[in-house]
């Protein structure tokens, strides 16, 4: 289980400090999670959202992650492994047809 307020590497998010006033792209992507999971220090949530302003790489990465999160979510809330009942139609009408 992830701790909201700690990054990947086993220091917390909140001992995230810049030196200077942005955050970098390989820096943003070991604080992607805590971002997604609103776990970033007031500070650093400003800096990465600054990035994510001047830098389209890190916007499309991003946006894939969103993407990817989505997709296992749905893939979580399927209460049922059986199949649709439209699956199961057409699988019974090739049987009848002699497919």
Known sequence: MHNPGS????HPASDFSVAADEVTCQQFVELVTDYFEDALPPRALSHVEEHLVMCDWCLTYVEQMQATVD???????RSSREPSDSLLATLRAKKAAGE
Not at 7 to 10: C, E, S, Y
Not at 71 to 77: G, Q
Request: charged share 55%; hydrophobic share 20%; proline share 0%.
């Open 71 to 77: 997709s296992l979510r749905k893939l979580k809330d």
């Open 7 to 10: 990054r990947h590497d086993g």
